[in-house]
């Protein structure tokens, strides 16, 4: 291409092209002018902050919370298995003005299992649906043979102390190898080799179990208001069998006047229970407690 | 023989004797402290009468402190009892007895130590009437305590305690209340969950 003729700027000097060229000027001052005033108009009311962008450009703050992410693999929760604590001849704790621990664990583990069948989808067995003794092996076992992908055992606190309150937490404490090998009545000949392998099932749930117990304390701290007593691992017959992630959820302390109150109402047990269903629903889809 | 020589041969005499006679004491007296050491019971034995004391001039006890969050030590003078088993059995009535301090007691009320031995391996047998699990108030932390206190009391305190077997009315149980796996002896680290984070 030949640009002589443009460097020497003889089409520019004409009448014609100065025209267009005042022309264009004055269209670029216009539409620029225009561009300012409507980024003062976004500015000023605020519209720009709040404008939605594309679907795919989100940012994080735009999420609806932070810590639903999910960080932890996803786990399918076909079978679950509820268990009502005590039952029947067991009592359990008796509050102080006579309400009973069987029978709270019983109403609470029925509205849950309702909230999982209904919103989950889920096959949802409870190790008893009325006022029955159940030796503590069975309600494991039970677990075991429908292949659970969660147990769930349900009890209540009881103290001395009638002020204590608060939810507690329990995970199986996994006895070391050096413990194992501690002798005892039941450590001898087959009885004492079962025993040890029973007590090594939960052992490689361990970190999801924790897991669950972190997000039904935050659950029930955060959705229910009550105070966090504690979350630990102990050496508990009910856990230490099951070949699935297990937990022991104590929502409350029912030789607590106030919480014994609490318990006696359906209202309140439903909102345990809906906090507890949240807490599964973000431990299926892989979520974990915010830092 | 010169009455010199007389004089060295009674004098080596003397001395033989006087080996001897320490040589069938000592013998007697090791025979007496091994018969002594043996247990009434087949494949158990009492704790000897050395050996088992941490070399403390008193004994940690453990209770329930006031807010209910864990167990607390006591201290307690050193218990007057003649042997480790002696001693392993007042340290259980000491607890059943309950705290001197501004603590909450761990075992309920009506509470029984029937029997106590220590076999080979150091497991720590504890036999209770039933009351330790028919009178027991329910709870899992407070089953928890109950347990966690009486593993502790004895395995901090002693160093040949391993573990702590409990039984009741003589047999073993899976739990005292629904909730601790009591089937199998529980170790010291197996219950330090109940400790208190502050205890001293």
Known sequence: MDFSNVSQGAGLHSPRARSHMRLALSRARLFSAILVALGLFFFSTGVWAQAPEGPGELRIEDLPDARSRPTQPVVPLDTIVLDAGHGGLDKGVRGPSGLLEKDVTLRLAQHLSTLLRARLGARVIQTRTEDVSLPVSERTSLANNAKAQLFISIHLEGSSLRDTEGFRLYTSRSAPSGEAAVGGVGSEGTNGLDAILWDLAQTGFSNESARLAELMADSLQRGVGLRRAGIAKAPLFILSGARMPAVVVSPAHLTNAREELLLQDEAFLQKVAENLYEAILNFAEGRDVAE | ?200
């Open chain 2, 1 to 200: 023989m010169s009455p010199s020589e007389r004089k060295r041969e009674r004098g080596s005499r003397g001395l033989f004797g006087a080996f001897l006679t320490v040589l069938i004491l000592a013998i007697v007296v090791g025979v007496l402290s091994v018969l002594v050491g043996r247990g009434p019971r087949s494949g158990l034995r009492p704790a000897g009468e050395e050996g088992g004391s941490s070399g403390r001039d008193s004994i940690l006890l453990f209770f329930v402190a006031q807010d209910g969050s864990g167990l607390q030590s006591e201290d307690r003078g050193l218990l007057q009892a003649s042997t480790v088993r002696e001693t392993l059995r007042q340290t259980v009535q000491e607890l059943i007895n309950g705290p001197r301090q501004a603590l909450l007691g761990t075992l309920p009320r009506g509470t029984q130590l029937l029997d106590l031995f220590l076999d080979d391996q150091g497991i720590v047998f504890l036999n209770f009437n039933k009351a330790i699990s028919e009178d027991h108030p329910g709870g899992v932390w407070t089953e928890i305590l109950t347990v966690s206190s009486l593993v502790q009391s004895l395995t901090s305190n002693f160093e040949l305690v391993r573990g702590v077997q409990i039984l009741i009315e003589g047999r073993p149980a899976e739990t005292l209340a629904g909730h601790v796996d009591i089937r199998r002896p529980l170790t010291r680290a197996a219950t330090e969950m109940g400790l208190k984070a502050t205890s001293s």
